[in-house]
């Protein structure tokens, strides 16, 4: 079982930059691959970013070049560097655990794995 507890949510300008955490519980949060969703109102959730056990990172189109995942396995966290936010960036803000190895796409926003329970980020433009 794996606890995740996300932060840094707020208010930011549009063209300004942000840092989400997400604290995990447990002993083997070295094994989990973690992902970064957001879903805005009215609209499904997104995949954003995924950052595997190993470190390799994949983002999706709309933020490649604009956030950067990193995880710190000592301190059980990872984080979501966003940069250039738009209007559109706000959302709520998930992160997500899997245990490395699982078969089923890290990407699709199924209820597989562990999730929290999301931090709000607000853009004004």
């Known amino acids: 079982q794996v606890q995740l507890v996300e932060s840094g949510g707020g208010l930011v300008q549009a063209g300004g930059s942000t840092r989400l955490s997400c604290a995990a519980s447990?002993?083997?949060?070295?094994?989990?691959?973690m992902g970064w969703f957001r879903q805005a109102p009215a609209k499904e959730r997104e995949f954003l970013a995924l950052?595997?056990?190993?470190?390799?990172?994949y983002y999706a189109d709309s933020v490649k070049g604009r956030f950067t995942a990193s995880r710190d396995n000592v301190k059980n966290m990872v984080y979501l560097q966003m940069n250039s936010l738009k209007p559109e960036d706000t959302a709520v803000y998930y992160c997500?655990?899997?245990?490395?190895?699982?078969?089923?796409?890290?990407?699709?926003?199924?209820?597989?794995?562990?999730w929290g329970q999301g931090t709000q980020v607000t853009v004004s433009s």
């Open positions: 447990g002993r083997t949060f070295s094994t989990y691959d």
């Open positions: 997500r655990a899997r245990p490395m190895g699982t078969m089923s796409d890290m990407t699709i926003p199924d209820s597989s794995g562990f």
């Open positions: 950052i595997r056990w190993s470190g390799a990172t």
